[in-house]
């Protein structure tokens, strides 16, 4: 049994206090909290001086590639990657091949979650059979597996049927579910490779414009609002989109909505290097885009920030920017990132960051034992960050066994000390435990 009694640790930002963590929940919170003499020795103590205590991270938007893409990424070098980062809980896309669109496959991929012991996995169930996006998959069985799927996402492709996305959003009612959209218009953007504006006629890149993005999130909140059901839009990255998830809001429709930390930080300008490692859908925007969004999540618009981790190994990188793959990693430095953009610059408090990176991505994801607030009885699902320090990202030493980060190089500040799953520690002085 672990026992664990962290000193001076401060709570979402707040004044130092001591946390003890026994049996996998919060045993006490207080100012000096004392060991009785008869378990002292079974009590590891850490001095959290300077530290910020954040209940766990859960990410609703993480590629694991499990099962069929193991050079790119497993559930063990992903979860580990998840650890790092400070999450106790991500939710692994259906993208993977075979794709997750049977009970079989989704409890294939919880148990190999649960056997790596990093951070609990909760499958992503698959829309439609095979992604293909013309025959709904078996919604019910996954919801009713021992991975009790309740988020459902074609990502990568588009639910773009119209008549098979309402009866998605009808079906998945009935277990409380919510399908997760990856809005983009497919004819608006056949062989799109980046933004579209002067900067992609000028590179002489295929434009993906912001209303392929725009268009589908519309429709989708109209249909959500039609059946009465839950719709949360994936990487939400224009300055429209968040105009338009603000509207579905101020009519009460159930609309959640996640931004990337690459989409906080990063604008379209990248591409003219033509460095793959920017290449990522949907694709980086302008730097209006970057201020709408970050303001759509410090006002609330945006409920949460996903990482959307889409690992891919160099092969697949490493070749000129039409045959590169889409995506980049995002485990490792999501909160990094988040600090850089977001705390730093005064417009969310850390108690702010807990809302956007913990309680409302597990509350989206219906978890229960995830996104608890930091107090006594609580299970003990704890990240230690301290703020105070910077590092320099280095791709080589990352748990990803991809190596596709845009920040290489890149002077990012904070850093997860510890993290903790249940009481057990999977992180602790930066590395794994
Ligand atoms: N985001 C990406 O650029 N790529 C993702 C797919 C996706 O999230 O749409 C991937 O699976 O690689
Ligand atoms: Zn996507
Ligand atoms: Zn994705």
Redesign the pocket.
């Given at each position: 049994m672990s026992r664990y009694l962290l000193k001076k640790a401060r709570i979402l930002g707040g004044e130092a206090t001591d946390i003890y963590l026994e049996d996998g929940r919060i045993f006490a919170i207080g100012s000096d909290l004392a060991v009785a003499d008869a378990i002292a020795p079974e009590v590891e103590v850490i001095d959290a001086t300077g530290l910020i205590a954040l209940p766990g991270l859960v990410d609703l938007h993480t590629?694991l590639r499990e099962p069929g893409r193991e050079d790119a990424e497993t559930v063990d070098t992903g979860t580990q990657a998840a650890a790092l980062g400070g999450f106790t809980a991500v939710h692994a896309?259906a993208?993977t091949d075979p794709v997750a669109d049977t009970a079989g496959v989704v409890e294939q991929v919880w148990r190999l979650g649960r056997e790596a012991g990093h951070c609990d996995v909760f499958p992503v169930g698959a829309v439609t059979v095979g992604l293909k996006g013309e025959q709904l998959a078996e919604l019910g069985a996954m919801a009713d597996s021992a991975a009790r799927v309740r988020v459902f996402s074609d990502?990568?492709k588009c639910v773009a049927d119209p008549v098979l996305m309402r009866r998605a959003l009808e079906y998945v009612k009935a277990f409380d579910g919510v399908v997760a959209q990856?809005a983009q218009e497919p004819r608006l953007t056949e062989d799109a490779q980046m933004n579209e504006g002067e900067l992609s006629g000028r590179l002489g890149l295929r434009g993906w414009p912001a209303v392929a993005e725009e268009a589908i999130i519309a429709r989708d909140c109209l249909l959500a609002a039609h059946v009465g059901s839950r719709l949360h839009v994936c990487?939400l990255s224009t300055a429209g989109s968040v105009e338009i998830v603000r509207w579905a809001k101020s009519k009460g429709w159930n609309v959640t909505a996640e931004a990337c930390p690459h989409h906080l930080l990063l604008t379209d300008e990248l591409a003219a290097t033509y460095d793959p490692i920017y290449k990522?859908?949907p694709p980086l925007r302008t730097a209006a885009d970057v201020e709408a969004v970050r303001a759509g999540l410090a006002d609330g618009t945006i409920d949460i920030v996903a990482t959307?981790h889409?690992p891919?190994p160099h092969e697949d990188k490493d070749c000129e920017w039409q045959a590169a793959?889409?995506?980049m990693l995002g485990l490792e430095t999501a909160l990094s990132i988040v600090q850089a953009t977001m705390v730093d610059t005064g417009a969310l408090t850390w108690a702010d960051v807990a809302e956007r990176m913990s309680y409302a991505p597990a509350r989206i994801g219906r978890l229960e034992d995830h996104g608890r607030p930091l107090a006594e009885g609580e299970p003990a699902n704890v990240v230690l960050y301290d703020p105070a320090v910077t590092r320099t990202v280095e791709a080589s030493e990352m748990a990803s066994l991809s190596r596709n980060t845009p920040y290489a190089g890149m002077e990012l500040p904070g850093r997860v000390v510890a993290t903790f799953l249940r009481g057990r520690p999977t992180v602790l002085d930066g590395k794994l435990a």
């Open positions: 590629h896309m993208n990502d990568g990856h990487h990522v859908n959307d889409a891919h793959a889409f995506g």
